[in-house]
């Protein structure tokens, strides 16, 4: 096996480092001014590099998109997982977290938008792949919140409770409900009809 020279180290951690903020850039962009904004140009124009050192980097813009959507979903995971730790009753957890992550997409509503838009693009691109692993990492996160139901029925609840939310996601946009109506759903997708 070859072993890495230091001059090898550097070239690597610059390779890195620049694709780093060119996935940076995507993600501005993403994030102010959407899908059909983010090509190779914009993200040249936002990022320290040039659009032919940015096809360096990348095989295309679908590549730097991918990674960028990912990386939003990572940074919106890791704030909802950290609402999680904030009390030990599960349905409290339960709540701060679904309260979190909903609130993500109230207070951005464009991240809603850009969520779905993504989705579609992806699908009809036929590259399902980023997509699908930003729903596992989702549906891990729901594993992790029913951790005190009985191990045959979470992974079911869970899968369930990521399709509810994804509807939640958009009714909020169109018509928000009130969390009241929104925490007896949980209760009963959670515990059945009987509720917590």
Request: with cysteine; proline share 5%.
């Amino acid at each position: 096996m070859h072993s890495q020279t230091p001059a090898e180290g550097r070239i690597a951690r610059n390779r890195r480092a620049k694709r780093g903020q060119i996935i940076d850039a995507a993600k501005e962009i993403l994030a102010t001014e959407g899908l059909a904004a983010c090509t190779a140009r914009a993200v040249a124009d936002v990022g320290p590099l040039t659009k032919s050192a940015i096809h360096y980097y990348f095989n295309d813009i679908n590549e730097i998109v991918d990674l960028a959507m990912l990386a939003h979903v990572d940074a919106m995971l890791e704030g909802v997982r950290d609402r999680a730790g904030s009390t030990t009753d599960p349905d409290e957890r339960r709540w701060a977290v679904i309260t979190a992550y909903l609130a993500t997409f109230t207070d951005k509503p464009h991240a809603g938008f850009l969520w779905f838009e993504y989705w579609a693009d992806a699908s009809r691109r036929e590259s399902l792949g980023t997509v699908q692993h930003m729903l596992g990492r989702v549906h891990t996160l729901l594993l992790d919140l029913l951790d005190d139901l009985p191990p045959g029925t979470r992974d079911q609840t869970a899968h369930s409770l990521l399709s509810w939310l994804l509807g939640t996601v958009i009714q909020q946009q169109v018509h928000p409900r009130p969390a009241t109506d929104l925490r007896h759903e949980l209760g009963m997708i959670v515990h059945g009809p009987a509720g917590p």
